[in-house]
């Protein structure tokens, strides 16, 4: 064995035994470190990008060599088909331009690529973080609509964090929200550099599954309805984070819904939902997207269908560094003491989100793909995570994580290694420059679609039956809870209460009636053990 689990370290007969033809190769790997490992040689294996998730590689010009790079480039082809409008569909729901998460998924896959710690992890936009970018940005500034029909444009109002005595414009209000997104995920980098030196990712993954799924359905019901303004043809509120006053909107405004918006986001949602079951090669949600346009532009052209040109003008090609930004509204010191409250809060959010999400994405590629080498590196991962997201925001970006839909695309079409990752970054580019006016013309109503889709693939329903098999009633009412407090309140605020409520009911589990824990039909442990491993029963 080269790593479990938990970070051991791997002997070194068996680490050159394990392959004498790629024994040259792998001796320029960096071992896998231990956690009473020194800080010297644990620094060396973070920031290595030649370690043993390279293992299928390392017997070159063999059979399997080949073999091997053919099923990453097959891989990083597939995934490269989706990534792109699931980034720019990440990107405007968390109250970004769409190209900014584009470029973030290429680097962000980059970087994961080359110092994450999972052979299969596919690395950039993930759907656990848009609420919390969502309500960084709203700090700053938060979109409105000025007028109706051809006149009709699109405006920023001041949040909390704005400095309402400035005079500054459009341009400049979400420059200074942005740069407060960089500034957030900068901390939060440095918060996730911590963890990985505190050998902490051991820890972070074990978190209760009944929270998990309980934020993971909050997020998904969060994601849902980020673009649903643009599913019904609505005019939109403005408002990119706040479940409730986004569902007060869209009631109000029932009456202007066009059936056309809707069609196109429906015909989304089910033609990639169907594709999925059909092979995981078809890359439903590109060819939805595309038809959509073409629909769109020909068919459909006066049925007043909004697109991202009319959003956001051209997407462009140029790539500019974005600083960290501070600019607190008010200059007492009672400002400066809450605006720093609120980004300390925020970045907490972020730390912990992409922790658990990417710790979870990687056990769960492991476990799809039966591995039977090189498992993930839970400390390594987390230390990649920093680097992704101290990096990345800086390319004009935004924090970034594992990526649960692209790397369970990536174990099904068959990837190996890493490498994968990286082509999948170098198709993205070149697959983005080369359709960049197509992109343009993409329906809004497209787009919310296929944020329904990825809401609905984030929670099956075999999680929430390990949910019951683990812990009876009390664990599902404890998942509810926490998911209705993510969407009520906040990510933060729905983790603690739930994290809260487990605490307190692990104490009182032994003076719990025993129906509450377990029941007939809940089966024997025998008929439970299928469920816990993920599989029929």
Known sequence: MVASRDGSEASSEEWLDSNREGANLRALMTRPTRDDSSLSR??????????????????????????????DTMAGLVVAMIAIPNAMGFAI??????????????????MGALFGGSKFQMYGPSAG?????????????????????????MVWEGGPLFDKEADLDDEEIFRRGHGLLVLV??????MLFALAMARAGSVVSRVPRCIVVGFTIGIAVTIGFALAESALGIESSGAYYGFWPKLVHIYEHLDTMNVYALTIAMGTLIFTKGSSYVSVFIPGALIAIVASTILAQTVWSEKKLDNIFDHYGDIPTNVTLTPPLFSPAGHGA??????????????????FVVAVESLLCARMADSMSDNQGTLFHPNKELWGQGLINAVTPLFNSFPHAGALS??????????????AGILKCLFVLAIAFAEMRWLELMPMASIAGL?????????????????????????LCIMVLT????VATDFLIGVASGMLIYSIGFILIPYMPEWMLTSAEDGTKEEKEPILKGSDP
């Not at 970004?96 to 973030?104: D, E, K, V």
């Not at 692209?406 to 490498?419: C, D, E, R, S």
């Open 185 to 190: 995920s900068l901390i939060a980098a440095f």
């Open 129 to 153: 973080i848009i609420p919390v970018m969502a309500s960084v940005m709203a700090l700053n500034k938060g979109p409105v609509f000025d007028g109706v029909g051809e006149n009709k444009t």
């Open 406 to 419: 692209g790397t369970a695309l990536n174990v099904q079409v068959g990837a190996v290694t890493p490498l």
């Open 93 to 110: 729901a968390s109250g970004l331009q769409p190209a900014q998460g584009i470029i973030g998924g290429v680097v962000a896959g980059l």
């Open 451 to 475: 944020l329904l889709y990825v809401a609905l693939s984030m929670v099956s329903p075999l999680e929430i039956s390990r949910v019951r098999a683990e812990g009876g009633w009390p664990h």
């Open 42 to 71: 644990t620094l060396k294996f973070y920031c290595s990008p030649l370690d043993a998730r390279y293992e299928d590689l390392v017997e070159l010009g063999s059979p399997k060599f080949y073999k091997g790079i053919f099923r």
């Open 334 to 351: 009672w400002d400066m003491f809450d605006a720093c409250r609120k980004i300390i809060y925020h970045s907490v959010q972020i730390a």
């Open 483 to 486: 998911a209705v407090l993510v």
